[in-house]
């Protein structure tokens, strides 16, 4: 049998399978940090797909190669890396297909404000600005907040009037 040239216990052809696995993630890396870098369009073949294909190819062809390479022979395995690459471009370019497409709830806008609850973060002074913390779309949002008396610390309030996107007019809401 032919000597095979290895590179730290690693076969020359699963060298060269890893380095093809590898391309397929720099071209998936590419397409996700450089947005429309490579872009190839609207039609079949995506960015995500290529890498898919060539990053599924590689890396399969180089654990089918170290598995099973002197066993059934490169050009089987080849072909069986192909075979195995197909699938996973096709799924890799479905899931970014679905994640690209996803319904998103709608941004919250100063209209969302009003009749948010909350409660007064810094005392709210006569004739001055405190703090009050609200929740948006189940976030907690710190608005800078005025009311027509002074409010202290802990009340809670209702917010009446969005006077800006971070800025609010409040009133007191009654202990229940």
Do not use: Y
Request: charge should be negative; glycine fraction near 14%; charged fraction near 15%.
């Amino acid at each position: 049998m032919p000597e095979v040239a290895t590179f730290r216990g690693v076969g020359t052809a699963t060298l060269i399978f890893l380095i093809i696995g590898a391309l397929g993630v720099l071209i998936a890396a590419v397409a996700v940090l450089g947005g429309d870098l490579l872009d190839m369009g609207d039609g079949f073949v995506s960015t995500e797909l290529v890498a898919g294909l060539v990053g599924g190819f590689g890396f399969s062809a180089a654990v089918l190669n170290e598995l099973f390479g002197e066993d059934i022979g490169l050009a089987v395995v080849l072909a069986l890396g192909v075979i195995t690459a197909i699938p996973l471009g096709l799924l890799s370019g479905l899931l970014v297909d679905r994640m690209s497409n996803m319904r998103t709830d709608a941004t919250p806008t100063r209209a969302d404000l009003v009749g948010t609850r909350g409660v007064v973060v810094t005392p709210i002074p006569a004739g001055g600005f405190g703090e009050v913390r609200v929740r948006i779309g189940g976030q907690p949002v710190k608005l800078s907040a005025r009311a027509e008396r002074p409010v202290p610390l802990g009340t809670k309030v209702a917010v009446i009037t969005a006077v800006s996107d971070t800025s609010v007019i409040v009133q007191e809401v009654p202990e229940q």
